[in-house]
């Protein structure tokens, strides 16, 4: 048996990502990893400590932090810059993170979020009607790309007001920013042409204001007694934030129940009967598959100890997301099983603390609406080759498979 507090590199593939998730689990609360181009790092994956790390005042997301990086040790093209150096919502602490928030919950208001259901709903519709010209001459179609994908990017894309000519491009670009399977210089110039794209947007908002968030973004703040406006490299980080995790987070959420369902077609039949709700398919798929497995990064701003380990100040710590989820310390002993009708609402995939999620209500509805529109349309949707044969997305941050190949209407058995 390996010594427990060798450090275990992550595999950027994610290959196997539940598997090595379990074995980091078990190995330690908190455990030493190696990320890509060798740069040391360590991980948090059990429940609770996790939990108690994500709110802990004593760390920190700003990069300044970041030992390895204020000491010139992180390569110049690394793939997972973009995670540290991104300016915005989830890389500010403090009073800093207090007024970037602020100045985007004011335009993410709960209104905007119940106002989109109608259009949600509508889009979910028309993808739906589409969706069976997209199966093959067997009658196969990805679901992920016909499906899963269009819509949360399409409500997002609206959402900040970007036109469907940036769309394909942008999911494209997102991919490779978050893939740790993606090489650091194509990382690096994914970042530069979406930061691009994102300035092309915002000098249109600016010209022409519309009914959307990033006119709202613009224009928020700046009065006297507000806080300042934002900056435009604020304001383009704030968008990237909000364009991945609005659309990439949720594309990977409904992979993953439908995956699940199709994996479990008990859980399936209790809530096409009725007997449980399309909200619990999605806490327990958040739960036990969640869309992101592993998040960078945080900071202890001193030497943290986490269950009797000492986790160093200046370390590039890894939210275990992946891990935490099936800890049988939380969840009991059927931790690893997908069960609808556990107690829901007692997980981690939004985050904790203050950094939790600011759209996770669009998420969870957009998920329930995208589920109960597909199963009233296709209830006998089956995958169409086995579950151990869909593709895993490459990297370690997002979790999901790569493509959903499914029969829409299977012939009766």
Request: glycine residues 8%; proline residues 8%; negative net charge.
């Amino acid at each position: 048996m390996s010594d427990p507090s060798d450090p275990r590199p992550l595999d950027p593939t994610g290959a196997a990502l539940h598997a090595d998730a379990a074995a980091l689990r078990e190995a330690g609360a908190v455990c030493p990893v190696t990320l890509p181009d060798g740069v040391p790092a360590m991980i948090v994956s059990r429940y609770r400590e996790l939990r108690d790390f994500l709110a802990d005042p004593k760390v920190a997301k700003n990069a300044a932090h970041f030992a390895a990086l204020q000491e010139g040790r992180i390569p110049a093209q690394w793939q997972l810059n973009a995670f540290a150096l991104v300016k915005g919502m989830t890389t500010a602490d403090g009073d800093d993170h207090r007024r970037l928030r602020g100045l985007a919950t004011k335009a993410f208001t709960p209104r905007r979020v119940a106002a989109l259901r109608p259009r949600i709903e509508e889009l979910a519709a028309r993808l739906l009607d589409a969706l069976p010209g997209h199966a093959d001459a067997d009658g196969v179609a990805d679901l992920r790309a016909a499906y899963a994908y269009p819509l949360p990017m399409g409500v997002i894309c609206e959402l900040l007001g970007v036109g469907p000519a940036h769309r394909d491009r942008l999911h494209t670009l997102s991919h490779q920013l978050v893939s740790t399977a993606t090489g650091g210089a194509e990382a690096m110039a994914a970042q530069r042409e979406t930061y691009a794209i994102l300035a092309r947007v915002v000098a249109e908002r600016r010209a022409a204001p519309g009914d959307d968030l990033t006119s709202a973004l613009i224009a928020a703040g700046g009065s006297d007694g507000e806080e300042p406006r934002l900056s435009d490299e604020e304001l383009t980080g704030t968008l990237l934030l909000m364009l991945v995790a609005g659309h990439e987070t949720t594309l990977n959420l409904i992979v993953n129940a439908v995956r699940a369902l199709c994996g479990h077609p008990d859980q399936l039949a209790l809530v096409l009967a009725g007997e449980v709700s399309w909200d619990a398919v999605v806490e327990e798929t958040l739960r036990w598959d969640g869309p992101v497995a592993n998040f960078p990064f945080r900071y202890p701003i001193t030497d943290l100890v986490v269950d009797g380990t000492t986790v160093p100040r200046g370390t590039a710590v890894l939210a275990g997301y992946a891990a935490a989820g099936r800890d049988p310390r939380e969840y009991g002993p059927d931790a690893g099983r997908f069960d609808i009708t556990r107690p829901a609402g007692r997980h981690l995939a939004f985050g904790h603390g203050a950094h939790y999620c600011l759209g996770a209500p669009l998420a969870r509805l957009e998920a329930v609406i995208a589920l109960r529109s597909l199963y009233a349309a296709h209830p006998r949707l089956t995958l169409a080759v086995p579950d151990a044969e869909l593709p895993p997305l490459p990297g370690f941050v997002g979790n999901s498979a790569a493509a959903l190949p499914v029969r829409l209407d299977p012939p009766a058995a």
